[in-house]
């Protein structure tokens, strides 16, 4: 019992050790891109906060070239959002940036079909520290894990599946929930010897890997060694490509679809043009997603707590906070709860979806291309420009 007190307790101080190191984000490029920019100690006016939608649909670069035209002001911009369902790492994600950074001007976090997800996301895990392990089991904001959904029944939301939690008895779900929790909890704590243990190995690697075979006009030898030793980054299965980071990170954060295979790219385009070909544009526009009801206490609890989390950082802070809803490909807009909920809690940017729903302007069914990606943006510049001290 002793022992197992004291090894919870170890664990509890690695944790916040590889958070502080950043050591949860050295396993792929797109994670080391967001690593980097939040170790860089350059002031960001607007931050930009969600999911692959806004990922790969704010572009950074023309955001503050659409300011400086407009205002003739100089903006930074930085997208921070990641590859997965969001709202609960965004959380994390923007106390981490401020931990070290001067607060920004305003942060738009995107909200629409991805960020209600009841799904506990193994990506959770990975940015949680002590006080969000402790807060999971006590608020119990999910409904199922990521398992469940391969066999749960799937309800049409808007022409798109949407996975549901299996029917299971009541008492039974009250002990499977709190299961859940606790084990999502116990995961976090466990990553932190896991990402230090990582972080090390991929240290060594490198440095070896560096003694024996340096690559072009870099140095070999013990040189190399020491060289590699300061690299964390290392994927399972082959070195992290630096130059995508580098990439991503003079972009500053925004991730296009250079990274996406060639045949996976087509058959994408491929489904919008057959979907789009059988819509009813005019109908979708008028269409609210019904399905998602925030105010059902017992469902969406994550999109509330750390909804509520981000507002309080962000009044606490002086930061204006900005939810902006980004569209997939014809998909309904908000819920009436939604919009109702975001606009109790802070500013809600709506996009004019009448210029955005076309196929030309999207690479999949959830993501814009790269023109799509540049109106939109344009569409967030003219919101700001308009409300400048809203």
């Known amino acids: 019992m002793v022992m197992g007190a004291w090894y919870v307790a170890l664990c509890a101080v690695l944790l916040w050790y590889t958070r502080h190191e950043r050591l949860q984000m050295v396993v792929d490029a797109c994670f080391a891109t967001i690593r980097e920019l939040l170790a860089e100690n350059v002031h960001a006016d607007v931050l930009f906060l969600g999911s692959s939608r806004t990922l790969r649909g704010v572009v950074p670069d023309v955001f503050e070239q659409r300011c400086q035209a407009a205002i003739g002001t100089s903006v930074t911009a930085l997208n921070l959002a990641i590859l997965g369902e969001p709202r609960q790492v965004n959380y994390h994600v923007l106390r981490d940036y401020l931990s070290d950074h001067a607060a920004p001007n305003v942060v738009f976090v995107e909200v629409g079909m991805v960020d209600v997800s009841e799904d506990a996301h193994a990506l959770v895990s990975r940015f949680m520290d ?166 059902d206490p017992e469902r969406f609890r994550a999109a509330r707590i750390y909804t509520r989390l981000l507002a309080d950082l962000c009044r606490e802070r002086g930061i204006r906070l900005i939810m902006m809803e980004v569209p997939g490909f014809l998909e309904p807009t908000l819920s009436a709860s939604q919009e109702r909920f975001y606009r109790e809690e802070a500013e809600l940017f709506r996009p004019n979806r009448t210029k955005l729903y076309h196929e030309s302007l999207y690479q999949d069914m959830g993501h814009f291309n790269h023109d799509g990606a540049v109106l939109f943006t344009e569409q967030l510049v003219r919101y700001l420009v308009a409300r400048p001290g809203h």
């Open 130 to 295: 002590v006080e969000d392990a402790l807060r999971m089991v006590w608020e119990r904001p999910y409904v199922y894990c990521r398992p469940w959904a391969a066999e749960a029944p799937a309800v049409e939301v808007g022409g798109n599946p949407w996975p549901e939690a299996p029917a299971v008895d009541r008492d039974i779900g009250a002990i499977d929930r709190f299961g859940l929790h606790c084990s999502i909890a116990l995961d976090a704590l466990g990553r932190g010897p896991e990402d230090l243990v990582r972080a090390l190995y991929n240290r060594i690697a490198n440095g070896v890997g560096s003694w024996f075979w340096a690559a072009e006009g870099e140095s070999g030898g013990f040189r190399g060694f020491l060289a590699g030793l300061h690299n964390p980054y290392r994927s399972p299965e082959a070195r992290i490509d630096m130059s995508f980071v580098e990439r991503g990170v003079g972009a500053r954060g925004w991730l296009g679809w250079q990274a996406l295979d060639w045949e996976q790219a087509v058959a994408a385009k491929e489904r919008l043009q057959e979907r789009a070909s059988r819509a009813n544009v005019d109908g979708i526009l008028r269409q609210r997603n019904r399905d998602i009801d925030l105010d």
